[in-house]
Protein backbone atom coordinates (compact mmCIF):
# COMPACT_ATOMS: atom_id res chain seq x y z
CA UNK A 1 0.00 0.00 0.00
CA UNK A 2 1.67 3.48 -0.70
CA UNK A 3 -0.26 5.71 0.97
CA UNK A 4 -2.23 7.26 -1.85
CA UNK A 5 -6.06 5.88 -2.22
CA UNK A 6 -8.05 5.77 -5.23
CA UNK A 7 -11.91 5.36 -5.80
CA UNK A 8 -13.20 3.53 -7.26
CA UNK A 9 -10.68 0.87 -8.72
CA UNK A 10 -12.67 -0.17 -11.84
CA UNK A 11 -15.56 2.16 -13.56
CA UNK A 12 -17.56 1.54 -16.65
CA UNK A 13 -20.23 4.09 -17.58
CA UNK A 14 -21.55 5.04 -21.25
CA UNK A 15 -20.36 7.85 -23.50
CA UNK A 16 -22.01 11.51 -22.27
CA UNK A 17 -21.72 10.55 -18.80
CA UNK A 18 -19.89 12.20 -16.24
CA UNK A 19 -17.65 10.44 -13.49
CA UNK A 20 -16.17 11.88 -10.09
CA UNK A 21 -12.58 9.80 -9.75
CA UNK A 22 -11.24 10.64 -5.86
CA UNK A 23 -7.65 10.53 -4.38
CA UNK A 24 -6.90 10.83 -1.00
CA UNK A 25 -3.27 11.47 -0.62
CA UNK A 26 -0.26 9.79 1.42
CA UNK A 27 -0.57 11.35 4.88
CA UNK A 28 1.42 14.54 5.11
CA UNK A 29 1.62 15.38 1.37
CA UNK A 30 0.36 18.86 0.14
CA UNK A 31 0.64 18.24 -3.25
CA UNK A 32 -1.57 16.18 -5.26
CA UNK A 33 -1.53 15.35 -8.79
CA UNK A 34 -3.77 13.87 -11.64
CA UNK A 35 -2.57 11.64 -14.48
CA UNK A 36 -4.33 9.98 -17.63
CA UNK A 37 -2.48 6.86 -18.97
CA UNK A 38 -3.96 5.66 -22.34
CA UNK A 39 -2.31 2.77 -24.70
CA UNK A 40 -1.71 5.37 -27.31
CA UNK A 41 -0.80 8.70 -25.48
CA UNK A 42 1.29 7.58 -22.42
CA UNK A 43 1.17 9.18 -19.39
CA UNK A 44 -0.14 12.75 -19.61
CA UNK A 45 -0.01 14.85 -16.78
CA UNK A 46 -3.34 16.73 -16.13
CA UNK A 47 -2.95 18.77 -12.84
CA UNK A 48 -1.49 19.54 -10.19
CA UNK A 49 -2.93 21.21 -6.75
CA UNK A 50 -0.72 22.15 -3.50
CA UNK A 51 -3.02 22.66 -0.29
CA UNK A 52 -6.42 23.34 -2.10
CA UNK A 53 -5.09 25.41 -4.77
CA UNK A 54 -4.29 24.96 -8.40
CA UNK A 55 -0.42 24.64 -9.08
CA UNK A 56 -0.20 23.70 -12.96
CA UNK A 57 -2.36 22.61 -15.51
CA UNK A 58 -1.37 19.89 -18.35
CA UNK A 59 -3.08 18.41 -20.90
CA UNK A 60 -5.97 18.72 -19.48
CA UNK A 61 -9.49 18.83 -21.50
CA UNK A 62 -12.13 21.47 -20.70
CA UNK A 63 -14.55 18.68 -20.42
CA UNK A 64 -12.04 17.82 -17.68
CA UNK A 65 -11.94 19.22 -14.30
CA UNK A 66 -10.41 19.01 -10.38
CA UNK A 67 -10.40 20.35 -7.26
CA UNK A 68 -8.45 19.87 -3.85
CA UNK A 69 -10.51 20.26 -0.88
CA UNK A 70 -9.44 21.16 2.67
CA UNK A 71 -8.73 17.98 4.14
CA UNK A 72 -6.37 17.37 0.95
CA UNK A 73 -8.45 14.66 -1.13
CA UNK A 74 -8.80 15.67 -4.43
CA UNK A 75 -11.37 14.53 -7.12
CA UNK A 76 -11.00 14.81 -11.27
CA UNK A 77 -14.49 15.54 -12.84
CA UNK A 78 -14.76 13.80 -16.27
CA UNK A 79 -17.94 15.14 -17.73
CA UNK A 80 -19.41 14.59 -21.77
CA UNK A 81 -17.57 11.26 -21.74
CA UNK A 82 -16.06 10.08 -25.08
CA UNK A 83 -15.20 6.86 -25.87
CA UNK A 84 -11.29 7.95 -25.96
CA UNK A 85 -11.67 9.10 -22.44
CA UNK A 86 -11.49 5.17 -21.56
CA UNK A 87 -8.01 5.08 -19.73
CA UNK A 88 -6.09 4.44 -16.34
CA UNK A 89 -6.35 7.52 -14.35
CA UNK A 90 -4.01 8.13 -11.84
CA UNK A 91 -2.69 10.37 -8.40
CA UNK A 92 0.26 10.99 -7.35
CA UNK A 93 1.04 13.06 -4.55
CA UNK A 94 4.41 14.34 -2.78
CA UNK A 95 5.26 16.46 -0.04
CA UNK A 96 7.25 19.07 -1.97
CA UNK A 97 10.37 17.94 -1.34
CA UNK A 98 13.03 16.21 -4.03
CA UNK A 99 13.94 13.11 -2.50
CA UNK A 100 10.77 11.28 -2.99
CA UNK A 101 9.66 12.17 -6.14
CA UNK A 102 5.56 11.01 -6.54
CA UNK A 103 4.09 8.41 -4.60
CA UNK A 104 0.99 6.66 -6.99
CA UNK A 105 -2.16 5.54 -6.59
CA UNK A 106 -3.48 2.24 -7.77
CA UNK A 107 -5.35 4.28 -10.24
CA UNK A 108 -8.98 4.05 -11.73
CA UNK A 109 -9.81 2.22 -14.67
CA UNK A 110 -12.46 3.88 -16.94
CA UNK A 111 -14.06 2.68 -19.46
CA UNK A 112 -16.15 4.43 -21.55
CA UNK A 113 -18.81 2.35 -23.40
CA UNK B 1 8.42 23.46 -21.79
CA UNK B 2 10.58 20.12 -20.25
CA UNK B 3 10.78 17.39 -22.92
CA UNK B 4 11.54 14.12 -21.96
CA UNK B 5 13.28 11.27 -24.64
CA UNK B 6 13.20 7.67 -23.38
CA UNK B 7 14.89 4.94 -25.46
CA UNK B 8 14.53 2.17 -26.90
CA UNK B 9 10.89 2.23 -26.45
CA UNK B 10 10.30 -1.62 -26.49
CA UNK B 11 13.36 -4.23 -25.64
CA UNK B 12 13.22 -7.53 -25.92
CA UNK B 13 16.48 -9.09 -24.03
CA UNK B 14 17.68 -12.87 -23.35
CA UNK B 15 18.04 -13.64 -19.80
CA UNK B 16 21.56 -13.11 -18.52
CA UNK B 17 22.05 -10.70 -20.99
CA UNK B 18 22.75 -6.92 -19.85
CA UNK B 19 21.47 -3.70 -21.35
CA UNK B 20 20.93 -0.05 -20.87
CA UNK B 21 18.09 2.15 -21.07
CA UNK B 22 18.49 6.35 -21.89
CA UNK B 23 16.81 8.95 -21.11
CA UNK B 24 17.23 12.50 -22.22
CA UNK B 25 16.01 15.51 -20.94
CA UNK B 26 15.31 19.30 -22.72
CA UNK B 27 15.99 21.50 -19.98
CA UNK B 28 18.21 22.19 -16.77
CA UNK B 29 17.10 19.55 -14.07
CA UNK B 30 18.91 18.13 -11.38
CA UNK B 31 15.85 15.81 -10.38
CA UNK B 32 15.65 12.67 -12.50
CA UNK B 33 13.54 9.82 -11.12
CA UNK B 34 12.92 6.28 -12.59
CA UNK B 35 9.76 4.32 -11.73
CA UNK B 36 8.84 0.46 -13.38
CA UNK B 37 5.17 -0.14 -13.91
CA UNK B 38 3.80 -3.40 -14.62
CA UNK B 39 1.14 -4.63 -16.67
CA UNK B 40 -2.25 -2.62 -15.53
CA UNK B 41 -0.47 -2.03 -12.46
CA UNK B 42 0.77 1.38 -10.36
CA UNK B 43 3.94 3.13 -10.89
CA UNK B 44 6.69 2.22 -8.24
CA UNK B 45 9.41 4.46 -7.49
CA UNK B 46 12.76 3.08 -8.22
CA UNK B 47 15.51 5.79 -7.50
CA UNK B 48 15.81 9.24 -6.99
CA UNK B 49 18.47 10.88 -8.38
CA UNK B 50 19.46 14.28 -7.29
CA UNK B 51 23.13 15.60 -8.14
CA UNK B 52 25.21 15.37 -10.97
CA UNK B 53 27.28 12.00 -11.25
CA UNK B 54 24.61 10.40 -8.66
CA UNK B 55 24.06 6.32 -9.16
CA UNK B 56 22.77 4.27 -7.46
CA UNK B 57 21.90 0.73 -7.53
CA UNK B 58 19.09 -1.87 -6.65
CA UNK B 59 20.11 -5.79 -7.26
CA UNK B 60 20.31 -5.80 -11.09
CA UNK B 61 19.16 -2.55 -12.07
CA UNK B 62 21.55 0.83 -11.42
CA UNK B 63 20.93 4.12 -12.51
CA UNK B 64 22.96 7.38 -13.35
CA UNK B 65 22.67 10.79 -13.84
CA UNK B 66 24.69 13.46 -15.69
CA UNK B 67 22.97 16.62 -15.49
CA UNK B 68 25.89 18.61 -18.16
CA UNK B 69 24.67 16.17 -20.65
CA UNK B 70 20.85 16.47 -19.88
CA UNK B 71 21.07 12.10 -19.59
CA UNK B 72 20.07 9.65 -16.99
CA UNK B 73 21.06 5.95 -17.63
CA UNK B 74 19.21 2.24 -16.20
CA UNK B 75 21.69 -0.31 -16.59
CA UNK B 76 20.28 -3.74 -16.70
CA UNK B 77 22.82 -6.36 -15.59
CA UNK B 78 22.00 -10.19 -16.21
CA UNK B 79 18.77 -9.19 -16.35
CA UNK B 80 16.06 -12.02 -15.45
CA UNK B 81 12.17 -12.58 -16.30
CA UNK B 82 11.30 -10.51 -13.24
CA UNK B 83 12.73 -7.31 -14.39
CA UNK B 84 9.95 -7.91 -17.43
CA UNK B 85 8.30 -4.61 -16.79
CA UNK B 86 7.20 -0.87 -18.07
CA UNK B 87 10.59 1.91 -17.15
CA UNK B 88 9.62 5.24 -16.62
CA UNK B 89 12.26 8.34 -16.46
CA UNK B 90 10.51 11.41 -14.93
CA UNK B 91 12.20 14.92 -14.35
CA UNK B 92 11.50 17.50 -12.34
CA UNK B 93 11.74 20.82 -14.10
CA UNK B 94 11.99 22.62 -10.19
CA UNK B 95 8.33 24.30 -10.35
CA UNK B 96 7.09 20.66 -8.90
CA UNK B 97 6.15 19.99 -12.35
CA UNK B 98 7.06 16.27 -13.57
CA UNK B 99 7.26 15.34 -16.90
CA UNK B 100 7.48 11.30 -17.80
CA UNK B 101 9.42 9.94 -20.57
CA UNK B 102 7.05 7.79 -22.97
CA UNK B 103 8.43 4.53 -21.30
CA UNK B 104 10.63 1.86 -22.38
CA UNK B 105 8.42 -1.68 -22.54
CA UNK B 106 11.36 -4.59 -21.21
CA UNK B 107 10.54 -8.19 -22.32
CA UNK B 108 13.03 -10.53 -20.72
CA UNK B 109 12.64 -14.39 -22.59
CA UNK B 110 14.52 -17.30 -21.12
Known amino acids: DSGVTQTPKHLITATGQRVTLRCSPR?????VYWYQQSLDQGLQFLIQ???????AKGNILERFSAQQFPDLHSELNLSSLELGDSALYFC????????????FGSGTRLTVV | ELKVEQNPLFLSMQEGKNYTIYCNYS?????LYWYRQDPGKSLESLFV?????AVKQEGRLMASLDTKARLSTLHITAAVHDLSATYFC??????????FGAGTRLTVKP
Open chain 1, 92 to 103: ASSNGGAGYGYT
Open chain 1, 27 to 31: SGDLS
Open chain 1, 49 to 55: YYNGEER
Open chain 2, 27 to 31: TTSDR
Open chain 2, 49 to 53: LLSNG
Open chain 2, 90 to 99: AVDDRNNDMR
